[in-house]
């Protein structure tokens, strides 16, 4: 399955470990809306009934969500669908040429808040503080 995800706006650079969560957060925000439209897709119809939250007292609940805090996540890829993926990424930047590279943060560290962004959180301290998930 192909697809394309969109997202025109800032990337801002990574600075160390779990530094601009509320900027990965905002672009999990963004890019959620499309993956959301992508679970209706028939090529992952047999997968849908797995995208319940498990119930709290629930011993054994089959379901894809992960939970990391308050909020539940619907990887695409992982062991459980023997799936991998290939990324196709194409950076655009109104900048003079060789700019990227200098005073804006470098290639490497805005590719890897994209990527953070992209993949479940391993832990709750990369979470933003203080900002409860959307009912969606």
């Not at 669908?81 to 109104?94: C, K, Q």
């Amino acid at each position: 399955m192909e697809f394309t995800l969109h997202y025109r706006g800032p990337l801002k650079a990574a600075t160390g470990r779990n530094k601009r969560k509320d900027h990965k957060h905002d672009l999990r925000r963004h890019f959620h809306k499309q993956l959301k439209e992508l679970w209706k897709l028939p090529q992952l119809s047999e997968f849908r009934d797995s995208l319940i939250v498990p119930e709290p007292d629930a011993v054994e609940t089959r379901t894809l969500l992960r939970r990391v805090g308050q909020y539940y996540f619907a990887p695409l890829i992982g062991s459980y669908f023997h799936l991998v993926a290939s990324l196709e990424i194409v950076m655009l930047r109104p900048e003079p040429e060789g700019r990227i590279f200098i005073g804006s943060g470098d290639i490497d560290n805005r590719l890897k808040t994209l990527l953070d962004a992209l993949k479940v959180p391993n832990e709750t301290a990369a979470l933003p503080d203080n900002v409860p998930p959307s009912s969606d």
